[in-house]
């Protein structure tokens, strides 16, 4: 698993190697037809995870075997995922976290809904 440390260089290591991360679970979510997906970089803005990465996907099976694709991902590359290994049986919405990163995969509905990158934008000056 990926953690921040004091250490510059280890920092700016650490840095690297998790954009590495989050760009090619972006790219694994694409070659899976995967649609529309963002990435929101949430450093300094939450405490709890650095990015979100989103996509929608058409289908509760195309969500089931997105999501396998992601698990089988973190294994091969020694990702901690978190939270439960139970069924997940929602066909709109489902979140992997990963800690560093939360991946959303949507049904077109709930992506329009939630409007996850437009309630998570920075926050500009007044």
Sequence with gaps: ????????SNAN?????????ITALG?????????????????GISNWTDFFVIATVSSKIHMDGVERY????????????????????DDEWRLIDLGFAVIHLMN???????ELERLWRPVTGA
């Design 1 to 8: 698993m990926l953690r921040k440390t004091e250490n510059n």
């Design 13 to 21: 290591q650490d840095a690297d190697s998790l954009l590495n991360q």
């Design 27 to 43: 790219e694994l979510l694409k070659e899976h037809n995967g649609q529309d997906v963002s990435v929101l970089d949430l450093r």
């Design 70 to 89: 992601i698990k089988d991902y973190c294994h091969e590359n020694k990702i901690e995922l978190f939270g439960s290994s139970r069924k997940n049986t």
């Design 108 to 114: 077109n509905r709930a992506r329009q809904f939630y």
